[in-house]
């Protein structure tokens, strides 16, 4: 391993170690803002039985606000949701808050792990698919059909969809973080749509590859793959026959 790629895996590794420390801080916070909400849904009288459970003077609280700001110091989250259920208070939707900004945490944390692995996975998907020869193709749809076989054999840990929504749309292929859309053109009509259709992907994929097949029908394919790469797409043109 050289140099650079030993800092820049420094780097990424102590962001993932930020982004898990923010990540801890935030829930923390959650949970003492929502354990106030869950007690301030109980009566005065519930709140002041309570804190003489716990032995907890509310002698200088004198409003339901400054009741829960205090005992909210002496109770855990988990114990007041378990008050909550002893005094029959609404409590359900404050776990299932918990529950979204938990999985919201995680997912963000799970971008970040993947960040440092997207140049990697992109490079190889690349190279694959400038290795890839397709048998003759009538359509994008026999095209489809070869090039998922050939990727699922190729990367057999990243997970891979044919046909996978995003949003009202549909792309051909999504290969772990990337999109994938095919064409097979037989005219620079067909080149044009692609230009349409793939600047509507971009917005929901980190990464999409447009795999173009050169099967010497039009000589444009370059003017297109030019207008592609301004745009942040990838393009791969690959040689490839027609089924006569």
Not at 46 to 68: C, F, H, P, Y
Not at 91 to 110: G, I, Q, T
Request: charged share 35%.
């Amino acid at each position: 391993m050289g140099w650079k790629d030993f800092f820049r895996k420094l780097a990424h590794g102590a962001k993932v170690f930020g982004v898990s420390v923010s990540a801890s801080i935030a829930l923390n916070r959650k949970r003492n803002e929502l354990k106030k909400v869950l007690l301030s849904r109980f009566k005065v009288r519930q709140l002041d039985e309570v804190a003489r459970r716990l032995g907890v003077s509310l002698r200088g609280a004198r409003t339901k606000d400054g009741k829960v700001s205090v005992l909210a110091k002496h109770l855990s989250f988990e114990d007041a949701v378990k008050l909550a259920k002893r005094y029959k208070v609404r409590y359900k939707d404050v776990l299932e808050e918990l529950d979204r900004f938990r999985a919201e945490l995680e997912s963000r944390k799970a971008k970040v792990k993947l960040e440092g692995r997207l140049e990697e996975i992109v490079n190889a998907l690349i190279a694959a698919i400038n290795e890839f020869r397709p048998e003759p193709v009538r359509d994008e749809e026999d095209l489809e059909k070869q090039l998922y076989q050939y990727l699922r054999a190729k990367f057999p840990k990243l997970p891979i969809k044919r046909q996978a929504k995003l949003g009202e749309y549909r792309i051909d292929l999504v290969v772990g973080p990337c999109g994938i859309e095919l064409k097979v053109p037989k005219s620079s009509t067909h080149l044009q749509r692609l230009i349409g259709q793939i600047r509507d992907y971009s917005q929901y994929l980190d990464c999409v590859i447009a795999v173009v097949l050169d099967a010497g029908v039009t000589r444009e394919i370059s003017r297109y793959t030019d207008r592609l790469e301004e745009m942040g797409i990838i393009p791969v043109v690959i040689k490839g026959k027609l089924k006569s």
